[in-house]
């Protein structure tokens, strides 16, 4: 399985960006989530979907970020609103096959990651 993610860029304050996560290999399974390291920073859990189509967020991101996964499972998606300087990182998507569902938020539990693209935002 290959995960190649996609989509960041340089963008203002208040600015959106939309992430894709394009799956090769197989379709999308178990647990998928996205994740984003800040220089200097721990790998962090920013949004997750399950496969009975739960998601979850972390609450930094609440109400501004949504995942979501195209019907035919080979794409995930992450919406970004409201950007914030804080919200600068290296996004990656990330999937479990698994039912990790009292893990999701740890990435040690994923089996399989995409190569990251880089978001900035400036103030």
């Known amino acids: 399985v290959q995960l190649q993610a996609s989509g960041g860029g340089l963008v203002q304050t208040g600015d959106s960006l939309r992430l894709s996560c394009a799956a090769s290999g197989r379709t999308f399974s178990g647990v998928v989530a996205w994740f984003r390291q800040a220089p200097g920073k721990e790998r962090e859990f920013v949004a997750g979907f399950w496969r009975n189509g739960n998601t979850f967020y972390a609450d930094s991101v609440k109400g501004r970020f949504t995942i979501s996964r195209d019907n035919a499972k080979t794409t995930l998606f992450l919406q970004m609103n409201s950007l914030k300087p804080e919200d600068a990182a290296i996004y990656y998507c990330?999937?479990?096959?698994?039912?990790?569902?009292?893990?999701?938020?740890?990435?040690?539990?994923?089996?399989?990651w995409g190569q990251g693209t880089e978001v900035t935002v400036s103030s």
């Open positions: 990330a999937m479990s096959p698994r039912g990790i569902y009292s893990t999701f938020k740890i990435p040690s539990s994923y089996d399989y």
